[in-house]
């Protein structure tokens, strides 16, 4: 079994790292295991194995500095093969791995959220809280801008894809600033989050830089922008 705290600090102290890479790795992990994971699963992308050790480290790794008494879940094996996986990375798309958390526990493992969705009393419901592997955008810009929530229906129903929840929102939004310094729709974009909703309102979301979460429920369902998109998630196809 691989010491990946061990490979962590020899890759860490390699003399021909980038130095910027090397601040810019530092800054995003939390500890020298996470550096060697992130390393190898930015080699190895369409690894199943890669990509496994990767969020059962990630999670763990978070929980853990969050100091939360929260239960470090048990995450299975990667649900995709090799082949599927480099399909996915060609459409540029990246797995997220959905415990199935509460959004006051996803509060608690991300403080730096500071949103109301995600207090004690958060008041977003999700279409769905199933657990499990999904396949997600990786742009930090949000895709498919410019549309309405019955367009993004009829796109994600074209893909055999849902709407995103927030809680798979919050999960690879906080996986995209280890693996690339930079939140989902960290600048100048915004997503609306068809699978989560606030008192019957589709939600939209946004990321500070500093790592805030912004969520709003206030847009009509035919308000469109430039800056404003929509992201989905899918599950793997029998």
Partial sequence: MINWAEAGRKILAQDNLDPQERVLMEARVQDAESAGLVFEYKRNPTSPEAVTNFWQTFIRVSIQ???????????????RTQEEL????????????NP?????????????MNSYSVKED??????????????VEM?????NTDT??????????????????L?????????????TGKYFDQGSTYSRLLSSSFDGYVVDADFYSHGGLRVNWSLYPQYH???????SEGVKRT
């Fill in 139 to 143: 742009d930090i810009d949000s895709p």
């Fill in 225 to 231: 922008r430039p800056n404003l998109g929509g992201r």
């Fill in 167 to 179: 809680a798979t929102y919050i999960l690879g939004g906080q996986a995209s600033k280890v693996l």
């Fill in 148 to 165: 309405k929530e019955d367009d993004l229906e009829k796109i994600f129903k074209s893909q055999g894809r849902k709407g995103m929840r």
């Fill in 122 to 135: 958060s008041p977003i419901k999700d279409k769905e809280t199933k657990s499990g592997w999904v396949d």
């Fill in 100 to 112: 199935g958390f509460s959004y006051p526990v996803h509060g608690k493992i991300f403080p730096k």
């Fill in 86 to 97: 480099e399909a996915l990375r060609q459409e540029g798309r990246m797995m997220v791995y």
């Fill in 65 to 79: 500095h969050s100091e939360a008494e929260i239960d470090v879940p048990e995450i299975p094996p990667c649900d």
